[in-house]
C-alpha cells in the first residue's frame, strides 16, 4: 500500500497546522461500521492506514512537537456530514471491525470532552465529518482536517505544491466574494446548452488551501478549491438563484430545474431521475444549492480516483443540500432525521461527466462589469 514514510508525515502534520504554543494534542479520527455487512475494502485499509498514522505520529510526537496523539475511534452516522454521535472511544489496543466491538478496544468518552481537550484533528473516515467539525471547530477553537474517503492513492496528492495552491485559490476566493452572481453554462452532449445563475450576494467565499493557520477552523486534506454558498433568501429577498442544472449520474443526464436556489423538479426518463424526484420530494433541503466550488489540483497532474475527497478539488463542483457549515442556512433541522442530512457534490470534470462539459464561466458585478474566469473547462485566470 501507498503510504507517506514517517518524515513525510511529521512534516505533513507540521506543514497543515502551523505550530501554536497551545498545541498539545492530535486526534486521529476514524469512523467504524455499525453493520459489518456494509463495511467495505477501502473501509477497512482507511481504519488500518490510522491505526498507522497513530502508531507513527506517537512514536514522534516530540519532532512535532506535542504531548500526545490519539486514536479516536466511533459508530457510523451512515451519511455525509451527519452529525457525530453523543460520545466515541479511545482505542488503546486493535483496531475493533464493527462498532459493536468498540466498548472492548478503548475508553468511552463524550464528543465534547475530545473536542475541548484536543488542539489538532486528522479525520480519514468513511463518511465526511466537515460539516460537524466545521461547527465544533468555531465552538472549542481547535483545527481538523478532514479526509472522507481518503485512500492510498491520494498520497500523491499531499506531495504537490500547496503554495502555488494557496495562490490559486486565494485568487478565486477574492473574485467570488467581489461577484454579485455567477453565470455558469454547460453543454450536453456537444449540442444541448443549459446555464444557472448563481446568487452570490451576501455572501463571502472560503479558501482552502490544505493549510489550517487559523483556530476554529475545519476543511479538507488533500484540498485546493474556492468556494462559496449562492444566497439562500434568509434576508426577506428570494434568491436569484435559477436556471437549469444538468447533472450526469451513472451515465444519464438529469436536468434539475432551479428555482429560488432550490431544484424543484428533475427531469429524465431513466431511474437516475426518478430516484432524484423521489429523494427531492422526500427531502426538500437536498435540493438546496449549498455550493459553487472551483477545484484548482488537475492543473497540478492529478487524476480522479472515485472520491469526492480529492475528485472535488480537480474542478468546478456544485453541492446539494446542506450549507449552514459554509456560511449557509441549511443544516441538520432542515432534514426529516439525522441520517438525511447530506452535503452532495456534483463533479463537472470529463472523467466524471463525460456527456457534460462546462463551457463557461463568468463572474458578473453589481455595476455590470463581467469577467470570465473559465472556458471550455479550463481556467483563464491563472
Request: hydrophobic letters at 45%; a negative charge.
Amino acid at each position: 500500500m501507498l503510504t507517506l514514510a514517517p518524515e513525510e508525515l511529521v512534516a505533513l502534520v507540521r506543514s497543515v497546522f502551523p505550530r501554536y504554543e497551545t498545541d498539545k494534542a492530535l486526534a486521529i479520527l476514524v469512523d467504524v461500521p455499525r453493520e459489518t455487512e456494509r463495511d467495505n475494502p477501502d473501509w477497512r485499509e482507511r481504519r488500518q492506514l490510522a491505526r498507522d498514522w497513530h502508531a507513527l505520529l506517537d512514536a514522534r510526537k516530540a519532532a512535532i512537537p506535542l504531548d500526545e496523539v490519539k486514536l479516536v475511534a466511533y459508530a457510523d452516522v451512515g451519511s455525509n456530514n451527519a452529525d457525530l454521535p453523543v460520545e466515541a472511544f479511545l482505542i488503546d489496543g486493535a483496531m475493533p471491525e464493527s462498532a459493536a466491538e468498540l466498548e472492548r478496544a478503548g475508553q468511552r468518552v463524550p464528543f465534547e470532552q475530545i473536542f475541548a481537550e484536543t488542539q489538532l484533528f486528522l479525520a480519514p473516515t468513511e463518511f465526511s465529518t466537515t460539516a460537524p467539525l466545521k461547527v465544533a471547530a468555531k465552538r472549542h477553537g481547535f483545527r481538523a482536517a478532514t479526509m472522507p474517503g481518503f485512500a492510498a492513492s491520494m498520497i500523491p496528492a499531499l506531495r504537490i505544491d500547496y503554495g502555488e495552491v494557496a495562490r490559486r485559490v486565494e485568487t478565486l476566493q477574492a473574485r467570488l466574494s467581489q461577484a454579485d452572481h455567477a453565470l455558469v453554462s454547460f453543454l450536453v452532449d456537444g449540442r444541448d446548452e443549459y446555464g444557472v445563475r448563481f446568487d452570490l450576494r451576501h455572501r463571502s467565499a472560503h479558501a482552502s488551501s490544505g493549510r489550517f493557520p487559523d483556530a476554529g477552523t475545519a476543511g479538507n486534506l488533500p484540498s485546493g478549491e474556492a468556494y462559496i454558498v449562492p444566497y439562500e433568501g434568509e434576508k426577506g429577498e428570494a434568491s436569484q438563484t435559477a436556471g437549469t442544472l444538468p447533472v450526469e449520474i451513472q451515465g444519464e443526464v438529469v436536468l434539475f430545474t432551479i428555482q429560488a436556489n432550490r431544484a424543484v423538479a428533475a427531469e429524465g426518463q431513466g431511474r437516475q431521475a426518478e430516484a432524484e424526484r423521489a429523494h427531492l420530494s422526500q427531502e426538500p433541503a437536498y435540493g438546496n444549492m449549498a455550493e459553487l466550488g472551483f477545484g484548482v489540483l488537475a492543473d497540478f497532474g492529478l487524476e480522479p480516483i472515485g472520491e469526492i475527497l480529492l475528485d472535488e478539488k480537480l474542478g468546478l463542483h456544485v453541492a446539494f443540500g446542506r450549507s449552514e457549515h459554509f456560511g449557509g442556512i441549511v443544516g441538520p433541522g432542515d432534514f426529516s432525521t439525522p441520517a438525511a442530512v447530506i452535503h452532495l457534490d456534483r463533479i463537472y470534470i470529463p472523467q466524471v461527466m463525460p456527456r457534460i462539459a462546462v463551457r463557461e464561466v463568468v463572474l458578473g458585478h453589481a455595476d455590470g462589469r463581467c469577467e470570465t474566469v473559465m472556458a471550455n473547462g479550463a481556467y483563464t485566470i491563472f
